[in-house]
Nanobody, 131 residues
Framework: QGRLVESGGGSVQSGGSLRLSCAAS????????LGWFRQAPGQEREGVAT??????????DYADSVKGRFTISQDNAKNTLYLQMNSLKPEDTAMYFC??????????????????????WGQGTQVTVSS
């Protein structure tokens, strides 16, 4: 059974940066569609970014609200997923989760598909952005 553990959350001021990490165990990240999701209190979970990496080429997909500010990446040698978050805004405040699903489960590695198909989720890391 695969396991995902997030880290790197915290409290920052508006305009600041954070880098989230998601360490995967018992699954080979190169074979998986990986992604970041977030959920604010009282709101539904939303997809932030997904990545399909074969080690030489990365295919990333982002929510419109984070394009140009967030960058998803993965290091297959370390089995770790990252989310670099720059120019943070108060509306980015949420619990951030990473998720994984085998690539062959999905016709396309994107946030909506991964949210439906993912069976492996992390426990979450809190990001709080103050104005």
């Amino acid at each position: 059974q695969g396991r995902l553990v997030e880290s790197g959350g915290g409290s920052v001021q508006s305009g600041g940066s954070l880098r989230l990490s998601c360490a995967a165990s018992n699954l080979a990240s190169a074979n998986y569609c990986l992604g970041w999701f977030r959920q604010a209190p009282g709101q539904e979970r939303e997809g932030v970014a997904t990545i399909d990496s074969d080690g030489s080429t990365d295919y990333a997909d982002y929510a419109d609200s984070v394009k140009g500010r967030f960058t998803i990446s993965q290091d297959n040698a370390k089995n770790t997923l990252y989310l670099q978050m720059n120019s943070l805004k108060p509306e980015d405040t949420a619990m951030y989760f990473c998720a994984a699903a085998p690539k062959w489960w999905l016709p396309f590695c994107g946030p909506s598909g991964l949210q439906r198909k993912a069976r492996t989720w992390g426990q979450g890391t809190q990001v709080t952005v103050s104005s």
